[in-house]
C-alpha cells in the first residue's frame, strides 16, 4: 500500500505542493517488521539505510529509488549499497553507517511517536494533525491540504 500511494499521490502532492513551497512534508518511519505479523521484514533496513542516504543530502533520491525497486527489496547489504552506487553516494561513509546501524534509534523513535499518534498501520499521512489513513487518492489528499491551506491563510 505504501508503494501504491508513492504512485498514485506522493509524487503528486510532491509537486503541487512541497517543491511549490505551499506545504511541507516531513516522513516519519513506521517500518512493519514486528510480530506478531511482520508484513514487511526488510522494512526497517530500508528506513535505516536511507536515513544513511539522508547524511549525504540524497534522502529523498534513495527514498524514490526503495520504492522503485520494492519487489527487490532484500536484507542483503548489497542491495542497499547498490542503490547508494547509483546515487553517487560516498561508499565509506554510507556502508559504516549502515554496517554501525547509526539510525537505529532514530527509526524506532519514528516508529513509537507513530504508535503514540495513533498509527497501527502505513501507509499514514498527517495534514495539520489529521490523520489519512491508506493509499487514497491524490484528489482526497489535494482537498485535505487545500483546506488547511486556506484555514491558515495561505
Given at each position: 500500500f505504501c508503494k501504491k500511494l508513492f504512485d498514485e499521490s506522493e509524487r503528486q502532492i510532491r509537486a503541487?505542493?512541497?517543491?511549490t513551497g505551499k506545504a511541507r512534508m516531513v516522513y516519519r518511519d513506521f517500518p512493519l517488521d514486528q510480530p506478531p505479523q511482520p508484513l514487511h521484514p526488510f522494512a526497517r533496513g530500508a528506513a535505516e539505510a536511507a536515513e544513511c542516504a539522508r547524511d549525504q543530502g540524497k534522502y529523498w533520491a534513495y527514498h524514490d529509488k526503495l520504492f522503485t525497486l520494492q519487489s527487490q527489496l532484500s536484507s542483503d547489504p548489497v542491495f542497499f549499497e547498490g542503490i547508494a552506487v547509483t546515487l553517487d553516494l560516498d561508499m565509506n561513509s554510507f556502508r559504516a553507517c549502515v554496517q554501525t546501524r547509526k539510525y537505529k534509534d532514530e527509526v524506532e523513535k519514528d516508529y513509537q511517536d507513530g504508535i503514540a499518534a495513533?498509527?497501527?498501520g502505513t501507509p499514514a499521512t498527517f495534514v495539520n494533525g489529521k490523520l489519512i489513513?491508506?493509499?487514497?487518492?491524490?484528489?482526497?489528499?489535494?482537498?485535505?491540504?487545500?483546506?488547511?491551506?486556506?484555514?491558515?491563510?495561505?
Open positions: 503541487e505542493y512541497i517543491e495513533g498509527v497501527r489513513s491508506g493509499a487514497v487518492p491524490f484528489a482526497s489528499f489535494k482537498a485535505a491540504i487545500d483546506e488547511a491551506l486556506q484555514k491558515s491563510g495561505k
